[in-house]
């Protein structure tokens, strides 16, 4: 079968030069895509301290705007996933990048909380539409039995993105500290940053094709009558709705333990390192400093563990299958997570922070090979963005409950480390988001070593 090849030789013996070049311009839409979105999570507190009245608390404003993010998020992979069915993947690729680049570094010149959200939202859009082509364009493009370690490699680059920011994040710090940047322009700075990846459309435009795959299929579609992107046929067809529904579920346990639970560990992060420096005696004027350092450290090892995650994932799925190699990450997720939240006490603690990582970050990995697996051709594109940006409306609601809940434990503890240990509880409870998707495995068929589905000639 394809993937007992793809264990035996590596996934990217054989590939031809336009198949590299399909494969590395389609990881890069996806890298600087979650550079875009890391470089966001690590400014908006700061952006929203220059852009609301002095003595304002930021929180509830940033958790606002991740939420309008997430939003925009998900109706951007509705719309381009279904476009990129229609129209092609490479050409609807190229649309949501310069989508993404350009209100990213439209943010930056926010002069106002409501005009910055707005901006987030329609870098939402764009960001929400990458996935899904990305994936789709790699798993028509490339051989049957280099698809999964293809696509577990490309998902691997979000960390990347992700470490890439962090570094930027540290590089501008330094800036400021030196005097070089004043700081109240240095999230300006990174959101221009964030605009860059305008200019791959350029290589987007010149190097990328359809897959040949996808002509043949829209070719005999158009014949036939048969509808492309099409989100009627993906619920009114049994086969379809079941594997839409279900992988909903999957990816939504996924996101939301990653963006309601995983990235609020600066929340916890923060707060705990500086009580342990300020029990070891450091002056009070560097303590913000070193604070924000061990968060930065925080958010690289989390990332770093990550891409390792990634990387086992895709050998997991390989070698056991899908649902079992998912199955068993949900687990880890579920012990990982509250481990982190319930002990983490210090900098030596930050294994707790790369296991919860590794195993966060791994669930992805799955998706990217597991998704475009349940879908055919016509509707892959709209299939897999749906699944996995759909749930980020439901993210979205579990952002605002996370704001919520530590607003909530604020105000209802007495001290400060009473409202760390509630935070602590009550982030740990969430946990049981991941055990959806372990219910959303029992109605998702196993794709190992099986062709792509296909209901159209192609």
Excluded at 388 to 402: D, T
Excluded at 435 to 457: M, N, R, S, W
């Amino acid at each position: 079968m394809h993937d007992r090849a793809s264990t035996e030789l590596p996934w990217w013996r054989g590939l031809s030069r336009y198949h590299w070049s399909v494969f590395t311009l389609a990881t890069l839409t996806w890298f600087f895509d979650c550079l875009d979105q890391q470089l966001f999570v690590l400014a908006r507190i700061t952006a929203m301290q220059h852009l609301l009245p002095p003595g304002t608390d930021p929180g509830p404003y940033g958790t606002w705007a991740t939420a309008a993010f997430m939003f925009g998020w998900a109706v951007g992979g509705m719309v381009f996933g279904a476009m990129g069915d229609r129209i092609g993947r490479a050409r609807t690729l190229t649309i949501t990048v310069l989508l993404y680049s350009v209100f990213t570094g439209l943010s930056a010149f926010a002069q106002s909380w409501i005009d910055f959200t707005v901006m987030r939202v329609l870098t939402g859009l764009g960001v929400g539409g990458v996935f899904g082509l990305a994936v789709a364009l790699v798993a028509d493009s490339l051989p049957d039995r280099s698809r999964a370690g293809a696509l577990g490699t490309l998902q691997s680059s979000s960390t990347l993105g992700n470490l890439c920011a962090c570094l930027i994040s540290l590089a501008i710090g330094g800036f400021v500290a030196s005097g070089v940047l004043p700081a109240e322009r240095s999230w300006q700075a990174m959101f221009l940053i964030g605009a860059l990846p305008a200019f791959l459309c350029v290589l987007l435009r010149r190097r990328l094709q359809e897959p040949e795959k996808w002509v043949k299929a829209r070719a005999a579609g158009r014949a036939t009558g048969v509808a492309f992107g099409s989100y009627r046929d993906l619920f009114f067809v049994p086969r379809w709705r079941r594997a839409a529904l279900a992988g909903m579920a999957l990816s939504m346990a996924g996101v939301i333990g990653l963006w309601g639970i995983g990235f609020f560990s600066p929340e916890l992060v923060g707060p705990v390192v500086e009580a342990a420096l300020r029990a070891e005696g450091m002056a009070e004027a560097k303590i913000v400093g070193a604070r924000t350092q061990w968060i930065s450290l925080n958010m690289i090892v989390q990332n770093a563990s990550g891409f390792v995650g990634m990387l086992a994932m895709t050998w997991l799925c390989q070698r056991i299958g899908r649902r079992p190699a998912m199955a068993i990450t949900f687990v880890l997720c579920i012990g990982s997570t509250i481990a982190f939240f319930q002990c983490f006490q210090g900098p030596q603690h930050l294994w707790l922070t790369a296991a919860m990582g590794f195993c966060q970050f791994a669930v992805f990995a799955g998706f990217a090979i597991y998704l475009p697996e349940l879908f055919p051709t016509r509707l892959r594109s709209t299939g897999t963005s749906f699944c996995y940006n759909v749930g980020r409306f439901f993210a979205a609601l579990g952002i605002l409950q996370s704001g919520a809940i530590k607003t909530w434990v604020a105000a209802g503890a007495a001290t400060a480390a009473e409202k760390l240990d509630a935070f602590r509880d009550a982030l740990s409870g969430m946990t049981v988001v991941f055990a959806v998707g372990l219910v959303a495995l029992l109605f998702l068929p196993e794709t190992k070593g099986q062709p792509l589905p296909e209901d159209v000639a192609v």
